[in-house]
């Protein structure tokens, strides 16, 4: 087998999935990997050396990994819906750090507060999910200084007509959400805008629920949107705004309020739509898979070029997994949202090695068993649950990086720690 064959397109794709399914996720993981692949068909083994498949990883295509991506997004695959028939798109923002390279830091630059050489590259990412299945519709990555609001301006043609969209007070703008409403595309949303009271209302809808309207902002310097744009928005925005009342324990707030473009209670009413938006906390479940799952949270390559490459490997993993977990949920008519993604993850693992390598009436047979596994990992639903957010584990009592370590390396102190200087 010669190198060029081991490190094709298609091959350099599956082992770089198989990178970021793997625990270890190291190069030297995937080679070592190939070359047991290359053994157990008699075929010549590839160099232990990382460089020929990093070389391979870095030809790839980012425009073609992004169309594996879209298509994998676009699937509607039993893709349950949330509200009255509707897809439900949840969105939130997330950020990730990587290697300290000059490369990195021209695109994603480090905070000030840090000093040169002492600080990480930081990303911002903005997603859409699927609410229903969890599956990533869609995403834009920005700097420290990108604000989410423009980068999901960016996916609005990702959405259909007939959505819902979901997010938090940080998405409660005037201009997105009658936008949104143009293209057909319904907010539910936290306001952060100073509430309503009945006596000012439009309409009382019910109990804490009022039919309000709002007036169009004046622009300023600092509105994110152009001129032309403000004058094609209209004067009066009618919304609706429900007064969420907090009756469980452990959350940080008594009581909220939700702005919403579905102004029919009947079809909608204010509990549901309270339920809906409670269960926005999904998304933030989704990114912890991601980030911590499948430890996108601190990214290993040292040019732009390649973390964008990097990033959307993890997401179309992400997906895949997913995916499968729907399948498995369907198969054994279980609830999705209920099935364990790093349970299912460490299935994925242990068996794909035996998958590759059947028939396809024994693979069927296989698969079926395996969903039945992924479905019986069910997390429960613990209402009320408190956790602090405190670590008990001691860190090592190492010094902090001050200077960059080149310099630090000629201080009298290195290698000591704070107690021994002291």
């Not at 209670?265 to 926005?280: F, N």
Request: glycine share 4%; aromatic share 8%.
């Amino acid at each position: 087998m010669s190198r060029r064959r081991i490190y094709s397109k298609e091959n350099t794709f599956w082992a770089f999935f198989n990178q970021v399914l793997d625990a270890d996720g190291g190069c030297q993981e995937v080679v070592r990997k190939l070359q047991a692949v290359a053994a157990i068909h008699s075929k010549t083994l590839p160099s232990s050396l990382t460089a020929a498949y990093c070389q391979a990883r870095k030809n790839l295509d980012l425009s073609e990994l992004e169309a594996v991506l879209s298509d994998m997004s676009n699937r509607r695959l039993g893709s349950p819906s949330r509200l009255q028939g509707r897809r439900v798109i949840v969105a939130d923002g997330t950020g990730i750090s990587m290697p300290d390279t000059q490369a990195n830091q021209a695109v994603w630059p480090q905070t000030r507060a840090q000093k040169i050489g002492c600080g990480f590259p930081q990303a911002r990412i903005c997603a859409c999910f699927d609410l229903a299945s969890g599956m990533l519709n869609s995403y834009q990555i920005g700097n420290k200084k990108s604000h989410e609001l423009p980068l999901l301006r960016k996916q609005w043609a990702e959405f259909d007509e007939g959505d819902i969209f979901l997010g938090d007070k940080m998405f409660c703008s005037y201009y997105d959400i009658a936008r949104l409403a143009d293209q057909g595309v319904d907010s539910v949303v936290t306001s952060r805008r100073k509430p309503v009271t009945a006596s000012e209302a439009d309409k009382i809808l019910g109990e804490d629920d009022l039919l309000i309207h709002w007036e169009k902002p004046i622009r300023s310097h600092s509105t994110s949107y152009t001129r032309t744009q403000g004058e094609l928005l209209p004067e009066r925005l009618p919304v609706r705004q429900i007064k969420v009342t907090v009756q469980q324990k452990g959350f940080r707030v008594s009581s909220f309020y939700i702005v919403t473009t579905l102004l029919d209670p009947a079809l909608y009413p204010a509990e549901v739509i309270a339920d809906l938006y409670l269960q926005r906390w999904d998304v933030e479940i989704n990114f912890r898979d991601i980030k911590t799952t499948m430890d996108m949270d601190v990214l290993r390559c040292k040019t732009p070029e390649m973390i964008r490459k990097e990033i959307v490997i993890h997401l179309i993993v992400y997906n895949a997994i997913r995916q499968l977990m729907l399948e498995s949920a369907e198969f054994s008519k279980t609830e999705v949202r209920r099935v364990s993604f790093k349970a299912s993850i460490q299935a994925i693992r242990q068996w794909e090695p035996h998958l590759i390598q059947l028939t396809d009436s024994n693979k069927r047979q296989l698969l079926h068993q395996l969903y039945k596994l992924i479905a019986q990992k069910i997390v429960l639903d613990r209402p009320g649950r408190r956790e602090p957010r405190a670590i008990k584990r001691r860190p090592k009592n190492y010094q902090r990086m001050t200077q960059p370590r080149h310099l630090m390396q000629e201080t009298p102190h290195r290698g000591k720690s704070l107690a021994e200087r002291a």
